[in-house]
């Protein structure tokens, strides 16, 4: 109907239904709830669920539907009453001028909505993933909210504190390690001087008690 109103009969000269063509899309709203309410589709307590899982998708959605109909109450509709006041065939063009340029306007806030609910926070977790994959592990991320992103933070934010205390662990183990190979080196090097040391003196020793026996004789002990 929408399509009808809006191109068809414009391009055969009727600019009768143009202003009233927005109203057309309450066929469509009646259809889809009949359709929602009759199938089962929606329900309130699965919108919550939904909600709470997958925040940031509904305040998206919320922000478009918001600026959807914030713009058509407060733009289209006086564009579409002053475009079409004289019934002229300039009207259609002054419609489709003015409607682009009031389009504009609500887009851009929404760029800007979706840009700090987004794109802001996934901008401080890729600067603190690359400042872990450069070496400073344990990096947190201060950002706190109910959503996926909010998650993602807290998520990154353990993972980071993990990381930092299995890699501290690790140097801890690793000079460990390296004590108890210097002190192994240090045994081994005493057990061999010690054995250096011990057959010359095993040699004596056995000498110094064979001079001490009565049994030999002068050139014997010489």
Not at 58 to 81: E, G, M, N
Request: hydrophobic letters at 50%; charged letters at 20%; glycine letters at 4%.
């Amino acid at each position: 109907l929408k399509t009808v109103a809006n191109v068809a009969l414009p391009l055969a000269g009727d600019y009768r239904l143009l202003p009233f063509s927005s109203t057309f899309v309450l066929a469509g709203v009646v259809i889809y709830a009949y359709a929602i309410t009759s199938f089962r589709l929606f329900s309130l307590q699965s919108a919550l669920d939904q909600f709470r899982l997958f925040p940031i998708a509904y305040k998206v959605a919320l922000s478009i539907a918001a600026v959807a109909v914030t713009s058509f109450v407060l733009l289209q509709v006086p564009v579409v009453w002053w475009s079409f006041t004289d019934q002229t065939p300039d009207a259609w063009k002054r419609y489709l001028v003015f409607s682009v340029i009031t389009a504009l306007v609500p887009n851009l806030l929404l760029v800007a909505l979706v840009i700090r609910t987004i794109s802001r926070p996934l901008r401080r977790l890729t600067e603190a993933a690359v400042d872990v994959a450069g070496g400073a592990y344990g990096t947190q991320v201060e950002l706190k909210s109910n959503d996926e992103v909010g998650l993602l933070a807290a998520s990154f934010n353990e993972m980071s504190r993990k990381m930092a205390e299995d890699i501290e662990r690790l140097r801890a183990l690793n000079e460990h390690l390296v004590r108890a190979e210097k002190l192994a080196a240090a045994g081994a090097l005493a057990a061999g001087v010690a054995h250096e040391v011990n057959n010359p003196l095993t040699g004596i020793s056995a000498f110094a008690q064979l001079l001490l026996e009565d049994e030999l004789s002068g050139e014997q002990r010489e």
